[in-house]
């Protein structure tokens, strides 16, 4: 089949599924070529991998783009995590900041691992307090719910008595 320099200007410029390189890529389906989107040539279909979802049963690319493809930089510069070129650029501009910041970070924790009297637990200070307030007669959900007040556990034993 040949094409006009329209019809091509069409499939090379357009996307593969607009209206009119759709058309032209079914008139060369039909006659036995397609069009490699990469290379931008015409050539038989079966210079090209088979494939279920392309045009025709065939892919885009032909064998030998696809080849390439392989080997071929794809322009991709992968970045990841700029936190470590990030932090150096930043102790280089700021070396006494950096010191600072360090110096703060291994203060607070060297505190955290000085030993120190453990803490009692809270359920263990809510047994307690149950524990007192059933030993001056309260009931149950009395001695649950109520607030600890130390300074009248005297009066209670007072009026008690």
């Not at 700029?82 to 010191?99: H, M, V």
Request: charge should be positive; glycine fraction near 6%.
């Amino acid at each position: 089949m040949k094409l006009s320099i329209e019809d091509l200007n069409i499939l090379v410029t357009r996307h593969a599924n607009s209206f009119e390189s759709a058309q032209l890529r079914d008139k060369l389906i039909a006659e036995g070529l397609h069009f490699c989107s990469h290379c931008k040539s015409i050539k038989p279909a079966e210079g090209f991998p088979r494939s279920v979802n392309g045009r025709g049963g065939r892919s885009t690319e032909c064998h030998q783009c696809g080849q390439q493809k392989k080997h071929r930089a794809t322009g991709f510069v992968p970045h990841g995590l700029r936190i470590f070129e990030n932090s150096a650029r930043f102790r280089k501009e700021n070396p006494d900041a950096r010191k600072a910041i360090d110096k703060r970070h291994y203060d607070k924790h060297r505190k955290s691992n000085t030993p120190r009297a453990p803490a009692e637990s809270k359920a263990v200070i809510k047994r307690r307090n149950f524990d007192n307030r059933k030993a001056l007669g309260m009931s149950g959900r009395q001695a649950n719910y109520m607030a600890p007040a130390p300074e009248f556990d005297e009066s209670w034993n007072a009026i008690k008595r």
